[in-house]
T-cell receptor, first 114, second 114 residues
């Protein structure tokens, strides 16, 4: 079966524009996570979905960031009014729920804000 | 708050040298521990994990790690590295429960010279 798929792989945008990043998790995985990988910052948790609900949004850096998940599958991370500091690689991971389940990662979306 | 510390940011070794990468975490409760690897141009892959049981865990490609609870450590080892081990290595921790968001170290860049 397919792994976690993210699109686009690269996105270049101008400061102030909105962007949407997409994640297709592994089929049947109920848990979905977004992380951000920045130079010098390492990997940071952004948001966690269980099914379509997001019980933990604590990692979203500002109210310009939002995410949704529909049908217990595809998730979209939206960044409004992008800033240069939003430039990073955005990673999505999915897993089954329960003890011992492993997160599988997509290749990420590299976002560059000019 | 949970945190993960990786002691070595950049490591350069010659082939056949032994490797040990340090990882310490701060959290007093029950944790799951992971090492992920990111080869150049590829996505994050699980190298090995510890959930419970034998504190010495073996992963792919000859890697192993030892969980020492009293030291809050989960160091990664390999007796003899190869050029193909050149990659970025990340230590990560999560807690038991439905929300298994990973808390990450900053990563260690390993370069193995042939």
């Amino acid at each position: 079966g397919a792994g976690v798929s993210q699109s686009p792989s690269n996105k270049v945008t101008e400061k102030g524009k909105d962007v949407e990043l997409r994640c297709d998790p592994i089929s049947g995985h109920t848990a979905l996570y977004w992380y951000r990988q920045s130079l010098g910052q390492g990997l940071e948790f952004l948001i966690y979905f269980q099914g379509n609900s997001a019980p933990d949004k604590s990692g979203l850096p500002s109210d310009r960031f939002s995410a949704e998940r529909t049908g217990g599958s595809v998730s979209t991370l939206t960044i409004q009014r992008t800033q240069q500091e939003d430039s990073a690689v955005y990673l999505c991971a999915s897993s089954l729920t329960g003890q011992g389940n492993i997160q599988y990662f997509g290749a990420g979306t590299r976002l560059s804000v000019l | 708050a949970q945190s993960v510390s990786q002691h070595n940011h950049h490591v350069i070794l010659s082939e056949a040298a032994s490797l040990e990468l340090g990882c310490n975490y701060s959290y007093g409760g029950t944790v799951n521990l992971f090492w992920y690897v990111q080869y150049p141009g590829q996505h994050l892959q699980l190298l090995l994990k510890y959930f419970s049981g034998d504190p010495l865990v073996k992963g792919i490609k000859g890697f192993e790690a030892e969980f020492i609870k009293s030291k809050f450590s989960f160091n990664l080892r390999k007796p003899s590295v190869q050029w193909s081990d050149t990659a970025e290595y990340f230590c990560a921790v999560n807690r038991a429960g439905n929300n298994r968001k990973l808390i990450w170290g900053l990563g260690t860049s390993l370069a193995v010279n042939p």
